[in-house]
């Protein structure tokens, strides 16, 4: 059974589990204390469902499991960081190792801490596959809340349910091996491809609205994101190789939507798409400035 240690646990009790690690930490300010950022461990790092983690005999099967036994060549006694896409970690230690499961014994339960208080939802129209997989790759390293694909007027891919259905399935799993990478807990919402208008009616629900667009261009980033301010929520939309139509332009004007260029020159979608992400995260996420950045833990020999 899991220790739900999570609830009553000290900010000491958790950064003593987190320096077990080789890592550099950061001062996060939502939760009050020094939460450090997995910087020489990630490979350590595995997916495993909340129900399996939860089970009478977790076990890790499949292709992590050759990386475990003949990569890392981990042993049983040794132990690695489980997370459930959900939001939590788990320290896990390996009972057993063979070519068809790694079976575990897992030890304590830990919140994530490595989400951004603002939720940041891109909004990207669809592309050819490979440039739509880098981007659901880079968002979530970024820190982005949720992704929706929506098809444009001038969207040039129009996959049919079927072929539609194995693409998100295959994002699902692009954003979990990101996981691994980036130290995040939690996957990105990856929600259904809808049409243009239909994303745009769902701007409702955001307390910022914004499309990104060259032509006849509206405000710079700065000038319209320092404006914003109590902001929890954030949708903000990218066209197509061929960008926005005008129509779309003024649909998403006409509907609450701020028109932002992202510079001078014209950014492919794939680029404008991590561009954006990364401007959104600077002002209302959670990166933080050099200045607040701590000095390297050492964990004793």
Known sequence: MVRRSDEGCSATQKLDFLRSRQVWSFQ?????VSIEFN???????????????????????????????????????????????EGSEYRARITGSTPR??????????PAILEPAVQITIGQAILKAKKMDRIVRQLTELGI???IPFIAERSVPRPKPGPLAEKKQRWEAIAREALKQCGRSRIPHLG??????????????????????????GDKPRHCLDAAQGVRKVLALIGPEGGF?????????????????LGPRVLKSD?????AGAILQY?????VEPKKILTTVRTPN
């Open 39 to 85: 910087k020489g461990n990630s490979m350590r790092r595995f997916f495993l469902d909340s129900e399996i983690i939860h089970s009478d005999r977790p076990a890790i099967t499949g292709p992590d499991v050759r990386h475990i036994r003949t990569v890392l060549r981990l042993k049983p006694g040794e132990e690695i960081t489980l997370f459930d896409g």
């Open 245 to 261: 139509t005008d129509e779309e332009v003024k649909f998403a004007l006409d509907s609450g939507f701020a028109a932002i260029c």
């Open 283 to 287: 002002v209302f996420g959670d990166w």
């Open 192 to 217: 259904p491809m809808v049409p243009f208008k239909e994303v745009v009616g769902s701007g409702r629900s955001y307390d910022l609205k914004i499309i990104f667009h060259n032509r006849q261009c």
């Open 28 to 32: 996060n300010e939502i939760v009050g």
């Open 271 to 275: 680029t404008a798409s991590v561009a």
């Open 101 to 110: 499961a790694i079976t575990l014994s897992v030890l304590d339960r830990y």
């Open 145 to 147: 809340f949720a992704f």
